[in-house]
């Protein structure tokens, strides 16, 4: 008995002792992760402090390419100093064109800039359409379908989105699961067993072949035949309402389930229900019915920017800003919306977010974008044109010039949903003017009196006046552009609209007319990965 006791004890102490052994070596590991070669440190951090560029994002992946559109997303730059990680996607859709059924692992927030949409999203179990203008923002939720619907006539649909990463999957820029698709792309039916889904649906087993087969024309399709040939959704709108009414029934076993029939199978076929329902149009709803574009779903409505009167406004430009109290479905995703239209020679004073980093489009214009380092040297002082995508970290002190020119408009997302409060580093309501004292002008090793003088030299406030230090030159074609410039994130063969749709165009920004489709003529240089550190108050 004794002999048993003492051998117990001593493999228990073996084990406690490899177990501490492995925690340690875990932990040593760990921080051996963050024991880089101070040399190599080095090396990174004056290779990032001599990249003009690093701020302006450019890997950009594209998820989905057909004849009907493209969805490209922009990759976002990681490290430690993003506090949220989020990539910016850009969605064309040519006209009568779906953006088929599906579910995505990340939640998006759609802006639209250009073009009129139909969206569908099954909401708290029940599907909710709405019709979105030029200017809406409006949020898909990850793991909720959707589907998208261009109902512009005559005109491209162009849609600006972040793509929120905290809740995804890990496995790629997004994962889109696909509800409707057949051979090109599949759907995620296709995936269960055929009697599974012959119950599920309550259909043969030719008729469930032939309906996860026949779609093959890829995840954004065309739904009308001129001037493409008649694809699986084009079909069926050629029937009579009738007729289609009764195709889906059979499509989707719109029948009586029998009382023993899985929940997982009814859950399946409402779904399929709505969604199609929703799609092909029933109850005798037209085009001009208005709601045609609502349904009776508990989906939220979309916010219009556009419409928003700005925030603040001077003769120098305004800046329109969005937060969870204006718009509560920003509160699930953690992101605001921001929008600003500089005059031409104007500039957003420097100013600094403390509580989001910032990631920004350019939508007009060309302007020089300056980010300063924490220990006060310039990080990024670059030219931006039409189509550019910059980011911004959180804390560091940055500002935004347009060029003489012409005015410069740029939209972004935050990373945060709280109210912004920017702390501006000069103008009237500046830090420095709030700082004023004996404090600071010992910090500056001037007087009082020098330090008043400098601080109210300027009388304007957020939006200044810059003609000296805007950029004079002018737009460039994208061709004569610095080569390495990479495909931009809508297409490049956008075709001129004919001048009676150009009258349509809607009002864009604060009360200004918008005279073109905006092209996005190109991404900027590559970004380059400088590791997990940044240069913070280095000297």
């Not at 389930?257 to 199609?276: F, M």
């Not at 500046?430 to 090793?445: M, Q, V, Y």
Request: glycine content about 10%; charged content about 25%.
């Amino acid at each position: 008995m004794g002999n048993r006791v003492i051998s117990l004890l001593v493999i228990a102490i073996v084990l406690c002792y490899g177990l501490s052994m492995a925690v340690g070596f875990y932990h040593d590991e760990d921080r051996g992760r963050h024991r880089e070669d101070p040399d190599q440190e080095q090396e990174e951090q004056e290779a990032m402090m001599g990249d003009e560029d690093q701020f302006l994002l450019q890997k950009s992946k594209q998820v989905v390419k057909t004849r009907a559109g493209e969805m490209r997303v922009v990759k976002s730059f990681g490290g430690r100093i993003v506090d949220k990680p989020m990539h910016i996607g850009f969605i064309t859709m040519e006209p009568k064109s779906l953006f088929v059924p599906q579910y995505m692992d990340s939640s998006l927030i759609l802006f639209v800039h250009s073009g009129e949409a139909k969206v569908g999203l099954i909401y708290k179990d029940e599907l909710g359409e709405r019709r979105l203008k030029p200017g809406d923002v409006y949020r898909i939720p990850a793991g909720s379908p959707f589907y998208l619907v261009n109902t512009g006539e005559g005109q491209r649909l162009h849609i600006i989105c972040s793509v929120d990463k905290s809740e995804s999957l890990g496995l790629d820029t997004l994962q889109s699961f696909y509800i409707g698709g057949g051979q090109y792309p599949a759907s995620v039916l296709a995936g269960f067993d055929n009697q599974i889904l012959k119950s599920a649906l309550n259909v043969t087993s030719s008729e469930l072949s032939d309906f996860l087969s026949m779609q093959q024309d890829g995840p954004i399709v065309y739904v009308t035949e001129y001037p493409h040939p008649p694809s699986l959704w084009s079909r069926f709108l050629e029937l009579k309402e009738h007729d289609r009414l009764q195709e889906m029934k059979r499509m989707v076993g719109f029948t009586e389930e029998p009382d023993h029939q899985e929940e997982q199978g009814q859950t399946l076929t409402r779904s399929w229900r709505k969604l199609l329902n929703s799609v092909f149009g029933s109850n005798g709803k037209t085009k001009d019915d208005p709601d045609a574009y609502k349904g009776k779903g508990k989906s939220h409505d979309a916010y219009n920017l556009f419409k928003r009167s700005a925030d603040f406004k001077n003769d120098y430009g305004w800046s329109k800003a969005l937060d969870e109290s204006d718009y509560s479905p920003l509160k699930d995703s953690g992101v605001g919306v921001f929008l600003v239209n500089l005059s031409a020679g104007s500039m957003m004073a420097p100013h600094v977010n403390p509580i989001a980093t910032e990631y920004g489009v350019i939508l007009r214009g060309s302007g020089t974008i300056q980010i300063v380092f924490p220990n006060g040297t310039s990080a990024m002082n670059t030219k931006v044109h039409e189509g550019d995508v910059f980011w911004v970290p959180r804390y560091f002190p940055f500002c935004q010039i347009a060029s003489r020119t012409g005015p410069l408009e740029f939209f972004g997302f935050t990373t945060s949903a709280r109210k912004n409060r920017p702390q501006f580093l000069v103008g009237a309501n500046s830090l420095l003017r709030e700082l004023r004292g004996p404090e600071l002008a010992a910090s500056f090793g001037v007087n009082e009196d020098r330090l008043n003088r400098f601080v109210h030299a300027q009388g304007e406030s957020v939006i200044l006046p810059s003609a000296q230090a805007a950029p004079p030159y002018k737009e460039e074609p994208p061709e004569e552009e610095e080569e390495g410039r990479s495909q931009p994130p809508y297409k490049e063969d956008e075709r001129e609209q004919p001048q009676e749709e150009k009258s349509r165009q809607p009002p864009y920004g604060e009360g200004e007319t918008m005279q073109k489709q905006v092209k996005f003529d190109r991404l900027s240089k590559v970004i380059k990965s400088f590791g997990n550190d940044m240069v913070m108050g280095l000297g």
